[in-house]
Nanobody, 126 residues
Framework: QVQLVESGGGLVQAGGSLRLSCAAS????????VGWFRQAPGKEREFVAG????????YYINSVKGRFTVSRDNAKNTVYLQMKSLNSEDTAVYCC???????????????????WGQGTQVTVSS
């Protein structure tokens, strides 16, 4: 059982930045694809960004391209989501998810992931 713990959320003004972290309990985390999802009040969960097991491939939804960067440090079993130029539409609970996946591809759908963190709140004030 892989446990994922997110951190780094908080309250930030529009235009500001935050860096989220997703720390895994699994020592072989380098064999897992990871995705970041978010869910705003009254809205469905949304894929935001994903990264392949080595970090060689990443994928972003259009609304965060150029503003968010997903990266990973497999030596620390941690994946990051650097968020810049935040706006009110980025306000949501952000969760990371992982799946054992040896291919260097990014998984985009929630049902493709087996393990989920509890989430961290990101609130952007205008």
């Amino acid at each position: 059982q892989v446990q994922l713990v997110e951190s780094g959320g908080g309250l930030v003004q529009a235009g500001g930045s935050l860096r989220l972290s997703c720390a895994a309990s699994e020592r072989t985390f380098m064999r897992y694809a990871v995705g970041w999802f978010r869910q705003a009040p009254g809205k469905e969960r949304e894929f935001v960004a994903g990264i392949s097991r080595s970090g060689s491939n990443t994928y972003y939804i259009n609304s965060v391209k150029g503003r968010f960067t997903v990266s990973r440090d497999n030596a620390k079993n941690t994946v990051y989501l650097q968020m810049k130029s935040l706006n009110s539409e980025d306000t949501a609970v952000y969760c990371c998810a992982a799946r054992y996946h040896l291919l260097e591809s990014v998984l985009l759908q929630p049902h493709e992931y087996d393990y989920w963190g509890q989430g961290t709140q990101v609130t952007v004030s205008s």
